[in-house]
């Protein structure tokens, strides 16, 4: 079977799946309007009425993105390897800072294999973390996934963003009710999307995200599969950091290779292990501690 063939059967596997577990997809979060107090108490910036996204913790969890109660300190331990080289990477704490280094795309070769998934979940994680923010970014914008699950499909993001050169794209990241974690939607589908992420603009609109005033923000970019599409090597060059996800004894070891020779030389590409493959129903990640290896290489070492 090629390639391609295995991709597309991957995707109407997964697809089943979802259909199986309506909850999952179901949203976990909706856009509320909340007074100028009430919004300066969520994020700490000036005192204006705002929208934010308000987040279901209960179906959060339930969907295996937040770890309930009894579960926090193990599922801390289990993140810690993960997280810690690439935030000290990303912050430059106790290491030099990589360029560019806060910003971090999620990637993997094939579809099914666990990006919007871990990042969402690597995102909330990190948000929990003393003295730092994270913005999660909706780049697959062929497959918003991530703006499906948060209620925030129809917002404008990324893609108004990179249309129109007089749109901050600052000004569409919605805050969330949790604490220093907001969201970038990936903004209304359009034909041209693809043509978009490679345009000259979108490296415009990265740097805009790096330079914000928030220096212990990173961003978490959920992206498409880099071995079917063309936009997610392009999305690649601007970031510090890449973690290839690999679902453990599904992706073809040939698909590693190459997905890790799409992102260039010299890219830091940290690889991770995801064991969804044994996931039987929402949450069992937390309790198999399914994130398995994780490796480093490409750049410098954290
Ligand atoms: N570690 C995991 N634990 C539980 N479910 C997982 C895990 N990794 C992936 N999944 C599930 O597998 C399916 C495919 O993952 P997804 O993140 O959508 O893949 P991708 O974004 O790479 O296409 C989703 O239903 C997701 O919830
Ligand atoms: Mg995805």
């Not at 909850?23 to 300066?40: N, Y």
């Amino acid at each position: 079977m090629s390639l391609v063939e295995q991709a597309l059967k991957k995707l109407q596997e997964t697809r089943r799946a979802v259909a199986g577990e309506p909850r999952r997809d179901a949203p976990l979060g909706v856009i509320r309007e909340v007074s100028a107090p009430a919004a300066a108490a969520i994020d700490g910036a000036p005192a204006t009425p705002r929208r934010i996204v308000q987040l279901d913790r209960n179906a959060l969890v339930q969907a295996g993105f937040l770890p309930p109660d009894h579960k926090q300190r193990q599922i801390a331990d289990q993140f810690r390897h993960v997280k810690r080289p690439l935030l000290a990477a990303a912050l430059g704490r106790g290491v030099e800072p990589l360029p560019n280094g806060r910003m971090i795309m999620l990637a993997s070769s094939l579809p099914g294999e666990g990006k919007t998934f871990v990042s969402v979940n690597l995102a909330l994680s990190m948000s929990l973390e003393r003295d730092i923010s994270v913005l999660l970014v909706d780049a697959d914008v062929a497959k918003p996934h991530i703006s499906r699950l948060f209620g925030i499909a129809g917002e404008p993001g990324l893609l108004e963003a990179l249309q129109d050169e007089r749109i901050d794209v600052e000004s569409l990241v919605l805050p969330t009710d949790i604490p220093k974690f907001s969201v970038l939607p990936a903004g209304q589908p359009i034909d041209t999307a693809t043509e978009l992420l490679a345009s000259r603009r979108m490296q415009a609109v990265i740097a805009r995200l790096a330079a914000s005033q928030d220096r212990a923000r990173v961003a978490i970019f959920d992206s498409p599969p880099l071995l079917l599409t063309s936009e997610s090597r392009v999305l690649a060059q601007p970031m510090g950091q890449v973690v290839l996800v690999v679902q453990a004894g599904k992706t073809p070891q040939r698909a590693v290779h190459d997905a890790i020779a799409c992102l260039g030389e010299g890219k830091p590409v940290s690889l991770l292990l995801n064991q969804s493959e044994a996931v039987t129903e929402a949450g069992y990640y937390y309790r198999d501690g399914s994130y398995g290896e994780y490796a480093r290489y490409g750049g410098r070492q954290a």
